[in-house]
C-alpha cells in the first residue's frame, strides 16, 4: 500500500491544558490499558542505508509496518536538537534548545556547553524553575497519567528525554544514559547485574549498544514492558563520523544496531506483549560526508575579527565567539554588535563555504532565526549552515558538505540543510499502524510525539508543533493531504557577485518541512554547483 496525498484537509491541533502543564490537582488523563510504545533510535541512520543485506530484522518491520519515505529532521540537524524534537513535538524556540553546543553565559561564563552535560541539564533546571526543557516530554506526559516509562541510552542525549526521573503515582522511573543513571542510585545494581559500561577506543560500539539495549530489557522491563520506552543506540553515527557515510566500519555498526533492534522485538515476545506493542524505529538526522574541513575562526582573525576562545571573557563590544556543531556554526558577538554583525555576514557572504546564513535581525541576503523556529531564549546572533554538493564519497555514498569538523579526525558529519542531513529514517510497526505500506507525505521528527501520544490516548499538555500521522494509522481515513511546494529565497548585491540562499519547504496542513537549504555566491561565468 502506499500513502500519497490527494486533497487538503485540516490537522487538528493536539495541545490541550491538563494537569502537567498547571500543577492542579484534578485528575490527569490515563493511558490507554493494555497499549505500549517503544522508541528505538538508530543514532545518524541514512534511510539509503536500509536494505535486506545489512539491516534484515530492520528491514523486516518495514514489510510489516509503514516505510515513511519522506521523514526530516529539524534544523540545526543535530542529535541534541532532535532528540528534543522527538519527545516533546516543538520547535527550538519553544524546547530552548537550539545545538549540541551552545553559549550559555548562565550556564558557563566564559565557555561553550554540550547540551545534553548531565551538569548543565542540571544548573538549568535549577536556575529555571525546572524548565530547562520549554516542554513536557513524552516519558513526563507519560507518568503524570499513571504510567510507567523506561529510558535507556548508549548517549548522554537519551537524558534529555526524561532527566528528572521523578517519582510519579508509586513508580520510580530511571534514565540510563552513557553507563549513568538518574537518579544516581540505581546506578550499583544496574552495574552489578550487567558489568560495568563498556569502554571503547574504536567503532562500531557494539559492546556499549548491546550494554544499553540489555540495561533497557533486562534491568528497566524487570516488572514488565511499560506503557512508554526508548532505546538510543549511538551507532551508525558513530561510525559514520569515524570513517564516512558507506564504509566497512559502518557496514559493522548498522549489523550492531540491527542485532539490537532483534534483541528488543525477542524480548517482546518473551513477555507477550509483541502483538500490544507499536514499535518506532527513527534516526535523529541523516550524514554527509565532509569534503573541506574549514578552520572559520583562523579564517576571522585573518579578516581582522577579535575572535575570543573558550575560558575567555568578552571584553569589548563586537568580540566574537565561534561555536562548532560540525555542519553548522553559531557566532555569538558580545553586546549584539550591529556593526560587527553586519560585518560578520558580508564576509560569510562573500566565503566559498557558506551554504544558508541566519540573523537575529533583518540583513539583506539571510533570513531570520524566527524563519526556522531557531529563535530561542539564547541564541547566537547569526547562524550558519555549511554548503554541500551531491557528489559522492570514496564509497559511492553521496553528500559532501564542508565543516569546521577536522577532516582527518572527523570524516563524516550532519548539522547541515543538506537532504543527505535533513532526510532521515522512520519505519513504524505494530497495533494502530498500517501492514505493508509506505507514508510518501512530508514527515518530520517533530511528528514522532503527537503521534505516540494519539496511540497511548493521551493529549499534550501544550500545543505541538507536529502532527498525528493519521494517515499511516489503521482508520486514519482516506482522505489524505494535499502538499504544498515552495522555496524561501534570499540575495544580496556584493562587489564581487550576487550572495543567493535558498531553502525548499513543503506544508501539509498547517505544518511546514524544511526540505533542503543552500546559498553561494553567484559571479559572472560561474557554474551551477551540483
Known amino acids: 500500500m502506499r500513502i500519497t496525498p490527494r486533497i487538503l484537509v485540516a490537522v487538528a491541533s493536539a495541545g490541550l491544558v491538563s494537569a502537567l502543564a498547571l500543577g492542579c490537582t484534578r485528575p490527569a488523563p490515563r493511558v ?28 523486516q518491520v518495514a514489510q510489516t ?41 548562565e550556564l558557563e561564563p ?46 548522554t ?32 545494581s544496574l552495574a552489578e547485574q550487567l558489568g560495568s559500561f563498556p569502554q571503547s577506543d574504536r567503532p562500531p560500539d557494539a559492546a556499549q549498544n548491546e550494554w544499553s539495549a540489555r540495561a533497557l ?36 555498526a548498522l549489523k550492531s544496531s540491527d542485532e539490537n533492534l532483534a534483541m528488543v522485538l525477542r524480548a517482546l515476545e518473551k513477555e507477550g506483549v509483541r502483538e500490544q506493542t507499536g514499535v518506532l524505529i527513527a534516526s535523529d538526522h541523516g550524514f554527509s560526508t565532509v569534503g573541506r574541513a574549514i578552520d572559520v575562526r583562523a579564517l576571522l582573525r585573518a579578516a581582522e575579527f577579535h575572535v575570543i576562545v573558550d575560558r575567555e571573557i568578552a571584553m569589548r563590544p563586537g568580540d566574537l565567539r565561534v561555536v562548532n556543531n560540525g555542519g553548522t556554526a553559531l557566532f555569538y558577538v558580545a553586546e549584539h554588535d550591529g556593526a560587527t554583525i553586519a560585518r560578520l555576514i558580508a564576509w560569510l557572504q ?4 557558506a551554504g544558508v546564513i541566519f540573523a537575529r535581525s533583518p540583513v539583506d541576503g539571510t533570513f531570520l532565526l524566527s524563519d526556522l523556529q531557531l529563535d530561542t531564549e539564547n541564541a547566537p546572533d547569526v547562524v550558519m549552515a555549511f554548503r554541500w554538493t551531491d557528489e559522492p564519497n570514496e564509497f559511492g555514498t553521496r553528500g559532501l558538505v564542508a565543516s569546521m569538523a577536522a577532516a582527518e579526525a ?37 511528528d514522532l510525539a503527537p503521534t505516540i501520544l494519539h496511540l497511548l490516548g493521551l493529549p499534550s499538555p501544550h500545543p505541538l508543533d507536529g502532527r498525528i500521522l493519521h494517515e499511516a494509522l489503521v482508520g486514519g481515513g482516506d482522505t489524505l493531504p494535499h502538499v504544498e511546494h515552495g522555496v524561501m529565497e534570499a540575495t544580496r548585491a556584493l562587489p564581487g557577485g550576487i550572495w543567493r540562499q535558498q531553502i525548499r519547504v513543503s506544508k501539509v496542513g498547517t505544518e511546514t518541512y524544511y526540505d533542503e537549504g543552500n546559498g553561494r555566491l553567484e559571479t559572472e561565468g560561474s557554474a551551477p554547483e551540483r
Open 32 to 59: 490507554v490499558k493494555g497499549t505500549r510504545v517503544v522508541l528505538i533510535v538508530w543514532d545518524g541512520l541514512r534511510p539509503d542505508s536500509v536494505s535486506q543485506t545489512h539491516t534484515p530484522t530492520l528491514w
Open 65 to 105: 509496518g509503514v516505510t515513511f519515505r519522506d521523514h526530516h529532521s529539524v534544523y540545526p540537524t543535530l542529535t541534541n536538537v532532535n532528540s528534543t524534537a522527538m519527545a516533546t513535538g516543538v520547535f527550538s524556540n519553544r524546547s530552548g534548545l537550539l545545538a549540541n553546543y551552545e553559549f550559555r553565559p
Open 110 to 155: 566564559d565557555r561553550f556547553v554540550r547540551t545534553d552535560n548531565l551538569i548543565a541539564v542540571q544548573k538549568g533546571d535549577e536556575l529555571s524553575g525546572g524548565r530547562y526543557l520549554g516542554a513536557a516530554t513524552i516519558a513526563e506526559i507519560v507518568q503524570a497519567s499513571g504510567g510507567r516509562t523506561a529510558i535507556a541510552g548508549t548517549k
Open 157 to 188: 542525549v537519551s537524558l534529555l528525554h526524561d532527566r528528572k526521573a521523578s517519582p510519579a503515582h508509586g513508580n520510580q522511573p530511571v534514565t540510563v544514559f552513557s553507563g549513568a543513571t538518574v537518579p544516581e542510585t540505581a546506578h550499583a
Open 217 to 252: 530489557i533486562e534491568s528497566l522491563w524487570k516488572d514488565g514492558v511499560p506503557e512508554f520506552s526508548l532505546l538510543w543506540l549511538s551507532e551508525p553515527d558513530r561510525s559514520e563520523h569515524a570513517d564516512a557515510p558507506g564504509s566497512v566500519t559502518t557496514l559493522a
Open 350 to 353: 562573500q566565503t566559498d563555504f
Open 410 to 446: 572527523v570524516k563524516g558529519t550532519h548539522g547541515t540543510l543538506s537532504r543527505f542531513d535533513v532526510h532521515n529514517t522512520l519505519i513504524a510497526a505494530g497495533p494502530g499502524f498500517r501492514v505493508g505500506a509506505t507514508d510518501d507525505l512530508p514527515t518530520s521528527n517533530l
